[in-house]
């Protein structure tokens, strides 16, 4: 072997021992992306350590705010490392949230915020493993196709029996039946939501009465974008 190579490669690398027995806190350059974790209280033991990375083409309306990052080790578990994120002033905190990227679909996942926060230009979470990580800015509501009832149709009473509507939010997503308000005739109705399908689905336990009714559906994703739809539909008077 020639342990005297011509060419060498040396590389600046942002990076501290995560020892079980030691508090861990590392900084990027920047100063703000923070990685902690508190000693004793996981048995791993790692090098951990931030680069700068490009991602290129995979965002449309969205607004990257601070990053790519990426923390590695990527292939190894690493128990309970917060991550802080400290916003820019140039960025509004409602809208922006911390999200991973996976290198083989193309695409940015929300990751679940840490609750109880200290300040609203601050976002903290959980991690555990190594991922790229940006801090990325979303205006987009959700969108919203009413299946039935039609705007403007006529219905008999006894056929017109369900609400339908499919609900999407293509980047920071929908949690649950939360984001959602469904409202007939001015009253709040309660509704079931299949996350799966993207569908909700209202049965109407009693036939409406003939004449106009009108539906109005509010909307909210996981990023406060608001939006809401409304309804305009007729009973007939048989």
Known sequence: YDLNPEL????????????????FVLIHDTGHLYLRRDKNKYDDESFVWIENISVENVLESEKIILGPYSIHPGAKKINGLEVTCNLNDSSNPRHVGL???DS????????????G???DRKIEAYI??????????DRKPPRVRVLSPGN??????KDFKEIRFTIEDSFSGIS??????????RKPIIFEYNSYRKIVMC??????????????????DNLNNKKKTNVMFYIKDE
């Open 203 to 220: 049965k109407l336990r009693k036939a409406l009465k003939p004449g106009k009714h009108d539906i109005s559906i509010s909307y909210t």
């Open 128 to 137: 555990d493993q190594g991922m790229i990580l940006a801090a990325i800015e």
């Open 117 to 119: 926060a200290t300040s």
């Open 8 to 23: 060498m490669i040396k590389k600046k690398i942002n990076g501290r021992f995560l020892a079980k027995n030691k508090d």
């Open 99 to 101: 999200f991973s990227f």
């Open 176 to 185: 649950g039946e939360e984001n959602i308000k469904l409202m007939l005739d």
């Open 152 to 157: 403007g149709a006529q219905y008999s009473a």
């Open 104 to 115: 083989l679909k193309q695409k940015w996942s929300m990751i679940k915020p840490r609750l």
